[in-house]
């Protein structure tokens, strides 16, 4: 299970230093690989088992008719890079994926489970902030879970 939020920069030469705890799941991974891609207003760092699935099921009859999965496809899958850490520990991030997630100098590791997002720190506060105003609702949406 991958959680916790850890704050990083991100180098000049868009390089960042995977938290010592996150590295333990990359490095647990088939040849520490994992895949990098954009959703919503962050990365998403996947092992390579969960990528799988992901492409899975993206991969239906209904995603060439429903107009907006056939785009939310596109925009995740087309986005995707192969990711690995290097020798100190650091993973590269291509300037359109930091851009696409408006990552500036300071970052944020989020673990979420089975992945891990990776944002930029004022994108991060301010959707943290958007939370914290619908807290009742997502109070509400987590017992609909059953949680």
């Given at each position: 299970?991958?959680?916790?939020?850890?704050?990083?920069?991100?180098?000049d030469k868009g390089r960042i230093t995977v938290p010592a705890k996150?590295?333990?799941?990359?490095?647990?991974?088939?040849?520490?690989?994992?895949?990098?891609?954009?959703?919503?207003?962050?990365?998403?760092?996947?092992?390579?088992?969960?990528?799988?699935?992901?492409?899975?099921?993206?991969?239906?009859?209904?995603?060439?008719?429903?107009?907006?999965?056939?785009?939310?496809?596109?925009?995740?899958?087309?986005?995707?890079?192969d990711c690995s850490l290097d020798s100190l520990g650091r993973i590269?991030?291509?300037?359109?994926?930091?851009?696409?997630?408006?990552?500036?100098?300071?970052?944020?590791?989020?673990?979420?489970?089975?992945?891990?997002?990776?944002?930029?720190?004022?994108?991060?506060?301010?959707?943290?902030?958007?939370a914290g105003a619908l807290m009742s609702e997502l109070g509400e949406?987590?017992?609909?879970?059953?949680?």
């Open positions: 299970m991958i959680n916790g939020q850890y704050f990083h920069t991100i180098d996150l590295r333990e799941v990359i490095e647990g991974t088939s040849e520490n690989q994992m895949k990098l891609s954009f959703f919503d207003k962050s990365l998403i760092l996947c092992p390579i088992p969960m990528w799988l699935l992901i492409e899975e099921e993206f991969s239906g009859e209904k995603l060439f008719v429903e107009k907006r999965l056939k785009y939310l496809r596109r925009h995740l899958i087309s986005a995707a890079v590269f991030v291509p300037g359109n994926l930091r851009e696409s997630a408006e990552m500036k100098k300071d970052v944020v590791f989020v673990g979420m489970g089975g992945f891990i997002e990776i944002w930029g720190k004022e994108r991060f506060m301010q959707d943290q902030k958007e949406a987590s017992s609909n879970l059953g949680i």
